[in-house]
């Protein structure tokens, strides 16, 4: 190993201004760094007072976000914690979806005697029975909220929910049968062929759906054949396939209300036709109240709920919507003997 030594008398030999000293590499990129930021810091333009509002808006919705979360975490903790003091509910609409299901549930939650769920389409029994009866309740009010309205009212209350997917799950209707003996159901029923289409454009508007209606139909049993079938044998599955791209399948209607009044009584299920709903709503709203044992109620506001606009199947295809008409002849027919009741579509 050699050492250099310096004498005493040996003068150091420094290097002329023009030559650049020795410099690692890390400090010549630090360097570089810091020349090109104060040149950025230069050359940037002072914000404005709306820039700077606009950060500490993008800032504050970031902490709400967060906040948010937390919050509804601690919320549905202590909701799960006090869901033995919590009721079930007393009415569910149940299907069909792209029915005008959402719009009727939201005219009920406006009656006064009627408590809201902290969620809509809960899915239960559809694709979380597994989490069990405790997890249900969590979404429902308490015996103590529920007794001090109905004293507050001199009236009885009512809670209920809305998921339209249970009149389609092939398990659905046991598993309501077995939890709740006495609940009362809903269902709304629309011409097969336009609710084909407006499911068709939610899911489109949903990006859920790149092709067009008609290669989308073509395209449907390949994408939903054992769908069914699997989720009657998985009972924890959830086929996203079949609840967005079922648009034929989901609107065979008799196949389903046979499968639901195997497990529950005819006269605890009310059966609506959409049409009548969309065109004389006051009149079809007060025939549910008096399903549900509800006083009269006037609506203040009507208005359709969920739907998009678009241009109907008929005026978009005539011939499409003709071929889709026939193929829903054999269907509506079954339906029609099995209710005694001709919907006209």
Same mark, same amino acid.
């Given at each position: 190993? @050699? ?12 290097? +002329?201004?023009?030559?650049?000293? /020795? #410099? ?50 601690? =919320? ?24 005008? @299901? ?5 005219? =009920? ?27 249900? $309740?969590?979404?429902? +009010?308490?015996?103590?909220?529920? #007794? ?10 009512? @809670? ?25 159901? !809903? ?5 097969? %062929?336009?609710?084909?289409? #407006? ?21 449907? +049993? ?17 086929? +996203?396939?079949? !609840?967005?791209?079922?648009?034929? &399948? ?6 389903? =209300?046979? $499968?639901?009044? *195997? ?16 065109? $004389?709503?006051? &009149?079809?709203? *007060? ?42 002849? /054999?269907?509506?027919? #079954? =339906?029609?003997?099995?209710?005694? %009741?001709?919907?006209?579509?």
């Amino acid at each position: 190993m @050699t050492t250099c030594v310096h004498s005493r008398n040996s003068r150091s030999r420094l290097p +002329p201004k023009h030559v650049a000293q /020795p #410099s690692s590499k890390g400090a010549i990129q630090r360097s570089r760094q810091t020349t090109g930021s104060q040149m950025q810091t230069i050359n940037t333009p002072p914000k404005t007072a709306k820039m700077v509002a606009t950060d500490d808006w993008k800032r504050a919705d970031r902490y709400g976000k967060l906040a948010h979360y937390y919050h509804q975490r601690a =919320l549905r903790r202590w909701r799960q914690a006090t869901a033995r003091f919590r009721v079930l509910p007393h009415f569910i609409v149940a299907g069909a979806p792209k029915c005008g @299901t959402t719009a009727l549930y939201y005219y =009920l939650l406006s009656h006064p005697q009627v408590a809201a769920p902290s969620r809509n389409e809960i899915g239960f029994f559809s694709d979380k029975f597994q989490y069990g009866p405790d997890w249900y $309740r969590s979404y429902f +009010p308490t015996k103590l909220m529920m #007794s001090w309205r109905a004293r507050y009212s001199g009236k009885k209350v009512i @809670t209920g929910e809305h998921t339209p997917f249970y009149m389609m799950h092939p398990l659905a209707a046991q598993r309501m049968a077995d939890t709740l003996p006495d609940v009362r159901l !809903i269902i709304l029923l629309r011409d097969p %062929v336009e609710r084909a289409y #407006s499911h068709y454009q939610h899911e489109f508007r949903c990006s859920h759906e790149s092709l067009c209606f008609r290669d989308a139909i073509a395209m449907e +049993p390949q994408r939903t054949t054992q769908e069914v079938d699997r989720m009657r044998l998985e009972p924890e599955y959830h086929s +996203p396939e079949y !609840i967005r791209h079922a648009y034929l &399948d989901q609107g065979k209607y008799c196949t389903k =209300l046979e $499968r639901l009044f *195997k497990y529950i009584d005819r006269n605890r299920v009310f059966i609506i036709k959409s049409e009548d709903l969309f065109e $004389r709503t006051q &009149d079809v709203f *007060k025939k549910v109240l008096d399903f549900l044992y509800l006083d009269s109620f006037e609506l203040k506001k009507i208005e359709r709920v969920n739907s998009g606009e678009y241009i109907p199947l008929h005026a978009v295809d005539p011939s499409f919507d003709s071929e889709l008409r026939e193929y829903f002849v /054999p269907s509506n027919r #079954s =339906l029609y003997s099995f209710l005694g %009741v001709d919907f006209e579509w």
